[in-house]
């Protein structure tokens, strides 16, 4: 994976909850703080259709992922696959869907959706989604929740859940996340991406 990339859309992702609210654009947020341990993955597309309300993240052609337990290292997973299926309606509210993450033909993780969550500013987009783990070879370092965020150029989406939609090559974390209130949220996220950011430059 291209690290000055991943580090750029880490930070940016911390950050844009925090300018959402602050500039006044349209925004959603599940208000979740994220920790260790962290899926990373690129090249993800998302999209969505109004009539059905299916909303789907999807590979591109090329996936590259990697995992860290505590945030010291990472490590590329092969052959990885990566899949969200969820149903939202015209308000942008979730009311069902499943994920599942594999690496060399195993299941990493997989379960449910719980809650979902979206935040646009000047032609960037965040999804967030709040996952229950059930399943998968690393459940176990996950406890039963997760969140995976994703975020990227907007391509056109404004938060309108009442038009089809389809954004490509998204950046994606898949983290431990506990629910915490939305200043505390703001203020860890962003603490988290500048960590992360130091953490890599110093390596």
Do not use: H
Not at 119 to 137: C, H, P, R, S, Y
Not at 147 to 174: E, H, P
């Amino acid at each position: 994976m291209n690290r000055t990339k991943g580090n750029i859309i880490l930070a940016w992702l911390g950050g844009l909850a925090l300018l959402c609210l602050t500039a006044g654009a349209q925004a959603a947020p599940l208000n979740l703080v994220t920790s260790w341990p962290d899926i990373q993955a690129n090249d993800l597309d998302v999209s969505y259709t109004a009539a059905t309300g299916s909303l789907s993240v999807q590979p591109s052609v090329t996936l590259l992922m990697d995992y860290s337990q505590d945030g010291t290292a990472f490590t590329a997973i092969s052959n990885p696959g990566l899949s969200l299926s969820a149903t939202v309606d015209a308000s942008g509210s979730l009311s069902g869907g499943s994920f599942s993450i594999s690496g060399d033909g195993t299941t990493l993780l997989s379960g449910t959706l719980l809650d979902f969550g979206y935040a646009t500013l000047e032609g960037f987009a965040t999804f967030e989604f709040l996952l229950n783990v059930d399943g998968g070879t690393l459940a176990s370092d996950y406890g039963s929740r997760a969140g995976m965020i994703l975020g990227g150029l907007a391509q056109g989406f404004s938060g309108d859940f009442s038009q089809d939609f389809a954004i490509n090559g998204m950046m994606g974390d898949t983290k431990m996340v506990v629910p915490v209130p939305a200043a505390l949220w703001l203020f860890g996220s962003g603490l988290l991406g500048l960590v992360g950011v130091m953490r890599r430059s110093a390596g």
